[in-house]
Nanobody
């Protein structure tokens, strides 16, 4: 089982940058596909980015492509999402998720087995 704890959220002005991080514990992190999702009030949870177990492959939602970068450090059991040129529509709770047995970078929440509690990101205009 994988336990996930997010950190690094906060309030930032539009155009600014923020890095959210996810620390994992338990077994299986280094072989898991990791993803970031976000959920705005009244909206469904949506895919942001995903990274393969070795960091070789990444996938991004069109809305963040070119602005966000996902990375991981298997030795430290961490995954990060660097967000640049933030917009008010990036506001939401950001969740880290792990897919223990996946073979591709899923974009649906149902592809992921384990979730963190989330960290709030608020972008002011």
């Amino acid at each position: 089982q994988v336990q996930l704890v997010e950190s690094g959220g906060g309030l930032v002005q539009a155009g600014g940058s923020l890095r959210v991080s996810c620390a994992a514990s338990g077994r299986g992190f280094s072989s898991s596909i990791m993803g970031w999702f976000r959920q705005a009030p009244g909206k469904e949870r949506e895919f942001v980015a995903a990274i393969s177990w070795n960091g070789e492959f990444t996938k991004y939602a069109d809305s963040v492509k070119g602005r966000d970068t996902i990375s991981r450090d298997n030795a430290k059991k961490t995954v990060h999402l660097q967000m640049n040129s933030l917009k008010p529509e990036d506001t939401g709770v950001y969740y880290c998720a792990a897919d223990r047995d996946g073979s591709r970078l899923g974009t649906s929440p149902t592809n992921y087995d384990y979730w963190g509690q989330g960290t709030q990101v608020t972008v002011s205009s």
